[in-house]
């Protein structure tokens, strides 16, 4: 493990962190969307799924 003093390492940090490219609000949002979409999609589907084992489990079991 190599020595280095804080000094150095906040400065690495800093140079590290000027490398970053941040996204823009259009990328951000776009994202956002995407994943809000995604995530209603997972949950109906999870819905209807949950539902049709719920409907085949009380004919089975006669409830």
């Known amino acids: 493990m190599v020595n280095t003093s804080p ?3 906040v ?3 800093k140079q590290e962190g000027s490398k970053v ?3 823009t609000r259009k ?3 776009s994202a956002t969307v995407m994943v809000l979409i995604m ?3 997972a949950a109906v589907f999870f819905f ?3 539902w049709f084992i719920s409907s085949g489990l009380q004919v089975i079991l006669g409830l």
Do not use: H, R, Y
Request: hydrophobic share 45%; aromatic share 12%; glycine share 0%.
């Open 48 to 50: 209807i799924v949950d």
């Open 7 to 9: 000094a150095k390492f």
């Open 27 to 29: 990328e951000t949002t």
């Open 39 to 41: 995530v209603s999609l």
């Open 11 to 13: 400065e690495q940090v």
């Open 21 to 23: 490219t941040w996204p």
